[in-house]
């Protein structure tokens, strides 16, 4: 299941979740749009990591503290700590492919 985050305070007690992977993204975004359904059945196979999207539009100031700038964004966190990034469309293999690498 994937969370949906419009919040900085949610986003801030998200990050101390053991493993986040965050979607950076947006409505208007087409690329976005194609990797949502991939995100969210990658959600439901990896049980140990929590899977959260957040609206570049809607928070600006996330975005902007994490140097967001180019979407889809995801950026993996370990123990509230940035550990990887991955920029542009992606497959739900290679997101097994690259958590596992971490998780």
Request: net charge negative; with cysteine.
């Amino acid at each position: 299941m994937v969370l949906v985050i419009n919040d900085r305070d949610e986003f801030s007690k998200l990050l101390s979740e053991k493993a986040v992977v965050v979607d950076f993204w947006a409505e208007w975004c087409m690329p976005c749009q194609r990797i949502a359904p991939v995100f969210e059945e990658a959600s439901k196979e990896l049980k140990t990591i929590k899977f959260v999207k957040v609206n570049v539009d809607n928070n600006e100031s996330i975005a902007s503290e994490l140097a967001i700038q180019s979407i889809p964004s995801l950026i993996l966190f370990i123990d509230g700590e940035e550990k990887s990034r991955h920029i542009g469309t992606i497959t739900k293999a290679e997101i097994k492919d690259w958590l596992d690498q971490y998780a």
